[in-house]
């Protein structure tokens, strides 16, 4: 795994507060994008949170620990293994139901809304109350905020998976084109032409130095390469064991 040292949104959004909603947008795009590669390699990641979106060297978010996604999952697959991180979770993967990809695009309703509230849209004492919530509360949201950015975020948070943003079979495209993202050129963001809203300094940091952090976290390189056909099927993602 390549060095990330602009740390997890989790991290920054401790050290920074609520967003404004045009560094909400930065983000917010990465991920759509991100969830879009995942799916059209028939990938959905389930696990969809503030600590596994991190930054990277340039001021990008990479989706990062797929250790609870599920590949092969095409348009119309669905599964019912509850996985997931509990105030991140769909209400159709609480309740057990038969789900789709959808469930992506809740988590990154959730997301933006903790990017632009600084707190969860469902929040509680216990996890019975919490997924009481999720199932039936509307996320509370102030006037601060854009129509567009409530809108969004009300899309994403729809309780029915079949209405909710994203569901669709154009999937990330009727994402993209939310008035949320007016100001986005979707082009000069894949080619990493947008101004990222930060950008870690990396300037005292050797290669050597940088080794030795992955080293400290347990990021050991693996001890043999792995075939080339093997690595071929990452090919695109932000992992590679070479």
Avoid at 204 to 214: A, D, H, K, V
Wanted: aromatic share 10%; net charge negative.
């Amino acid at each position: 795994m390549e060095y990330l040292p602009g740390g997890d949104l989790c991290h920054l959004l401790e050290h920074q507060g609520a967003f404004e909603e045009s560094k909400a947008m930065f983000y917010t795009a990465c991920v759509v994008l991100g969830l879009e590669e995942l799916h059209r390699n028939n990938i959905v990641h389930r696990d969809l949170k503030l600590e596994n979106l991190m930054v990277d060297v340039h001021g990008y978010l990479k989706i990062v620990d797929f250790g609870l996604s599920k590949d092969g999952f095409r348009n119309g697959d669905r599964s019912k293994t509850r996985c997931g991180t509990n105030c991140y979770m769909a209400p159709e993967i609480i309740d057990e139901m038969a789900y789709s990809r959808a469930v992506d695009w809740w988590a990154l309703g959730v997301v933006l809304y903790v990017m632009l509230m600084f707190q969860f849209p469902f929040d509680a004492e216990d996890d019975m109350e919490l997924f009481e919530s999720i199932r039936n509360d509307k996320p509370a949201l102030t006037e601060e905020l854009s129509e567009e950015a409530q809108c969004l975020i009300l899309r994403l948070l729809e309780k029915n998976p079949c209405h909710r943003l994203g569901s669709s079979e154009t999937g990330a495209e009727e994402v993209k084109a939310h008035e949320f993202f007016e100001d986005i050129d979707w082009e000069e963001f894949l080619e990493r032409e947008q101004m990222p809203p930060f950008k870690p300094d990396v300037s005292g940091l050797t290669e050597s130095t940088r080794q030795s952090e992955c080293q400290a976290w347990g990021l050991m390189p693996p001890a043999e390469a792995i075939s080339a056909q093997a690595q071929a099927l990452f090919e695109g993602f932000d992992y590679s064991a070479e």
